[in-house]
């Protein structure tokens, strides 16, 4: 049982160019959330899937996609990267149920630099 | 809306003191709160959450919370520090405005252990 893992774990890319991270589970979840960290501001929604087939934005969502290609798997795409795209970012499932008191679980994260 | 406040972005203490870690909530509706512990370079792991079974609420590791509404209080402390607790530590509320099982975080506190 591998939980939620990302890839890559590391990427460096130059302004304009495109990438996806990856993301799968393996606990069944049906919801799955991409986010960004930030020193000093916590960790920020980006997009999120409440099940399959359906997507929705977060709190950050300008500059992304996402795909939920099934109930295992949730992309993050970056078009045209930028600077300001220079983050950490976390993918986490949600337990069975969409309950607000669901705990999240959270993969080990994807370093992007972007020059 | 929901949201959360930390108080202190980095809070030290002596190996074998008590650790305390303030958090604040608002919410318009009865919440649901988190505390999650992210150890360096990796992923974020829930320590423990209210549900509002009971207002104290014991995690993982010794930490422990209690939930005071009259102050809109959520506070994390472990009687007695060891050099493994030093990691980043983040306040979550429920966000009830979906059918998935959003939350919103806290900008963290950086929990460092002195010898």
């Known amino acids: 049982n591998a939980g939620v893992t990302q890839t890559p774990k590391f990427q460096v890319l130059k302004t304009g160019q495109s990438m996806t991270l990856q993301c799968a589970q393996d606990?069944?979840?049906?919801?799955m959330y991409w986010y960004r960290q930030d020193p000093g501001m916590g960790l920020r929604l980006i997009y999120y899937s409440a099940s399959e087939g359906t997507t929705d934005k977060g709190e950050v969502p300008n500059g992304y996609n996402v795909s939920r290609l099934n109930k295992r798997e949730f992309s993050l795409r970056l078009e045209s990267a930028a600077p300001s795209q220079t983050s950490v970012y976390f993918c986490a499932s949600s337990e069975v149920g969409g309950s607000p008191s669901d705990t999240q679980y959270f993969g080990p994260g994807t370093r992007l630099t972007v020059l | 809306a929901q949201s959360v406040t930390q108080l202190g972005s980095h809070v030290s203490v002596s190996e074998g003191a008590l650790v305390l870690l303030r958090c604040n909530y608002s919410s318009s509706v009865p919440p649901y709160l988190f505390w999650y512990v992210q150890y360096p370079n990796q992923g974020l792991q829930l320590l423990l959450k209210y549900t509002s079974a009971a207002t104290l609420v014991k995690g993982i590791n010794g930490f422990e919370a209690e939930f005071k509404k009259s102050e809109t209080s959520f506070h994390l402390t472990k009687p007695s520090a060891h050099m493994s607790d030093a990691a980043e530590y983040f306040c979550a509320v429920s966000d009830h405005s979906s059918s998935a099982s959003k939350i919103i975080f806290g900008s963290g506190t950086r929990l460092s252990i002195r010898p």
């Open positions: 606990m069944n979840h049906n919801s």
